[in-house]
């Protein structure tokens, strides 16, 4: 099946940095979705990001379908960023499910 | 902006007993999803519903774990009986057709501790 792998696994940042996370995936997808998780468990909604670039004030992501990556960049970190940042795809042979990667855990220290 | 509801939040119960979880998605989202996450570990898919139906729940612990969608709407997660290692995040996700693919929105989550 499909394998899905992001990088870094852990990022501390200070406030104000930018950062890059990088999720690569092990076949062609026709759909990736970004979340944040935030300290209390929430998982929030990035970007729906199939290919293309898209942002979102401070946030944006770029997918490469055909190179089977995509990057999430954060700005002008904030201390309110921090969490685990996750990528997920469908499989191959559904278009409903999601195969998750292990996660992005983004500290931002003030 | 209309969000997925979850109740209760938080639960604590001493092992043996039983508990529920009640998920009612985004208003139209035909698709509803139950998932369990460990901590430092991404969801893992228990239950999706198409409707009233499930697709998939390959992933269920059928002999404890039990999940009804009635009505086609809200939805219940039942554990009976609950054992320590059912401590986790259960999640809720409905999503709808975006294009080709269905993209899937989240609820605040239940914390489970099993004592």
């Known amino acids: 099946g499909i394998q899905v792998e992001q990088s870094p696994p852990d990022l501390i940042l200070q406030e104000g940095a930018n950062s890059t996370l990088r999720c690569n995936f092990s076949?062609?997808?026709?759909?990736l979705q970004w979340f944040h998780q935030n300290p209390w468990g929430q998982l929030i909604n990035l970007f729906y990001?199939?290919?293309?670039?898209k942002q979102n004030g401070r946030l944006s992501a770029t997918t490469v379908a055909t190179e089977r990556y995509s990057l999430l960049y954060i700005s002008s970190s904030q201390t309110t960023d921090s969490g685990v940042y996750f990528c997920?795809?469908?499989?191959?042979?559904?278009?409903?499910?999601?195969?998750w990667g292990a996660g992005t855990k983004l500290i931002i220290k003030p | 902006e209309a969000e997925v509801a979850q109740s209760p939040r938080y639960k604590i119960t001493e092992k043996s007993q039983a508990v529920a979880f009640w998920c009612d998605p985004i208003?139209?989202?035909?698709?509803l999803y139950w998932y369990r996450q460990i901590l430092g570990q991404g969801p893992e898919l228990l239950v999706q519903f198409q409707d009233e139906s499930v697709v998939d729940d390959s992933q269920l612990p059928k002999d404890r774990f039990s999940a009804e969608r009635l009505k086609g709407v809200d939805s219940t997660l039942k554990i009976q009986p609950a054992e320590l290692g059912d401590s986790a995040m259960y999640l809720c996700?409905?999503?709808?057709?975006?294009?080709?693919?269905?993209?899937?929105?989240f609820g605040p989550g239940t914390r489970l501790t099993v004592t």
């Open positions: 208003s139209g989202h035909a698709t």
């Open positions: 990001i199939p290919s293309g670039t």
């Open positions: 076949d062609s997808v026709n759909n």
């Open positions: 996700a409905s999503s709808y057709r975006a294009g080709g693919s269905y993209e899937q929105y």
């Open positions: 997920a795809v469908p499989p191959g042979d559904s278009n409903y499910q999601l195969i």
